[in-house]
């Protein structure tokens, strides 16, 4: 296809915004100005151990000094810092935002007072899959925006983060990019789901995915097995199941696939379907699940769903969801959507107690393999 018949984000975003007559043109140019955080992000990450001039500047400008240990008690990685200074910078200026929530910051980030708010509220992991970097794998930024509470937009006050509890199902926008060989802009404005490439040339983000769909089956799940003795029952009967392949009860061989990046789990499934699972277990009975509702989950999720995917604890829509905390945790499933309701049938039966475990003479239900095994 030539280059001038892709669509540029500019071009989709006022395409779509002819859907709503109304509409002010703030969340497009929030979106963009998202968009624009993104490409400065991939250019930062990009440098990889030479390190990047300019984030060198964010870090002494933001007077933070890495690594220190974030609000999620793991270490920030300088490119965590930066990310999260470069979202900032380029969303709170305009006047689209009433504040922002991000995985760096305990609180809900204010506006700075010379710059007028706005109605939306902005939630973002600024770098996610950050443990990636030093091994050059695949990385990303995932963003959620809701509309802020009408008394925040009358008064102006200050944000709290009671404003931010709302459910996934609230989201006008989500998306994620993916800083991988290409670096890609997923976005849903809730209809439908698109990807746009990175053209380094133009520095524009063109349209190259306008239909993106989740085939509804899938031979291919992707979960942390080395949690297995934590995890709970009817995810166990799922993962023996998919591993008994031909000889099972589901009759055919599966595949698996873990990066431990978040975002490049989606987007692998986006692209070509499959199931992701981080689901509650019994690890750490303080966390019930390792992913973060707000700025990883609910975002996902709507992508997923737009899809014509399905996204999940396991018991409900993950969508559906009240948030108790801005950092609070909970446990997905998401994917193709025949098995993400394959998996929370087996919730359902597990927990009405008419599950039948299946037991082959290869697995048990406790360890993933019998050591006993002969075949
Ligand atoms: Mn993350
Ligand atoms: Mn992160």
Redesign the pocket.
């Known amino acids: 296809m030539p280059l001038s018949n892709r669509r540029t984000l500019t071009q989709y975003l006022i395409e779509q915004r002819r859907r709503f007559p109304g509409a002010s043109g703030a969340l497009n140019a929030l979106v963009l100005d998202v968009a624009l955080a993104t490409k400065a992000i991939a250019r930062a990450v990009s440098f990889g151990e030479l390190g990047d001039p300019m984030s060198a500047q964010l870090i002494d400008a933001s007077k933070s000094h890495a690594p220190v240990v974030n609000v999620q008690g793991e270490v920030q990685k300088a490119l965590?810092v930066v990310s999260n200074e470069i979202f900032l910078r380029t969303t709170e200026w305009a006047g689209h935002l009433a504040g922002m929530g991000s995985?760096e910051m305990e609180s809900p980030y204010q506006v700075p007072a010379q710059y007028r708010r706005g109605g939306y509220l902005l939630v973002f992991?600024?770098?996610?899959g950050?443990s990636n970097i030093d091994v050059n794998v695949s990385v990303g930024s995932i963003f959620s925006i809701l509309r802020a509470p009408q008394e925040v937009i009358d008064s102006g006050r200050d944000v709290t983060e009671a404003d931010f509890l709302q459910p996934g199902t609230a989201q006008v926008a989500a998306g994620y990019a993916i800083y991988g060989p290409a670096t890609m802009l997923v976005l849903t404005v809730g209809d439908g789901v698109v990807g746009f490439t990175l053209d380094h040339n133009l520095g524009e983000f063109k349209l190259t995915h306008p239909d993106i769909r989740v085939p509804a089956d899938t031979q291919e799940f992707a979960i942390n097995s080395s949690n297995s003795r934590f995890w709970e029952s009817p995810v166990k009967r799922y993962v023996d199941e998919c591993l008994a392949g031909k000889t099972g009860p589901r009759g055919k061989d599966f595949n698996m696939r873990w990066i431990a990046s978040l975002v490049a789990e989606a987007h692998r499934i986006l692209m070509r379907g499959g199931v992701f699972m981080y689901p509650r277990d019994t690890k750490d009975p303080s966390k019930p699940g390792r992913l973060r509702l707000l700025y990883e989950a609910n975002p996902i999720g709507f992508v997923m769903e737009q899809a014509g995917g399905r996204a999940s604890t396991g018991r409900e829509p993950v969508l559906a969801v009240p948030p108790a905390g801005l950092h609070q945790r909970i446990g997905l499933v998401f994917g193709s959507k025949n098995e993400v309701e394959r998996i929370e049938r087996y919730h359902a039966e597990a927990e009405a107690g008419t599950d039948k475990p299946y037991v082959s003479p290869l697995f048990n239900e406790r360890s993933l393999y019998r050591p006993e095994a002969r075949v």
């Open positions: 965590d995985e992991d600024p770098l996610d950050s």
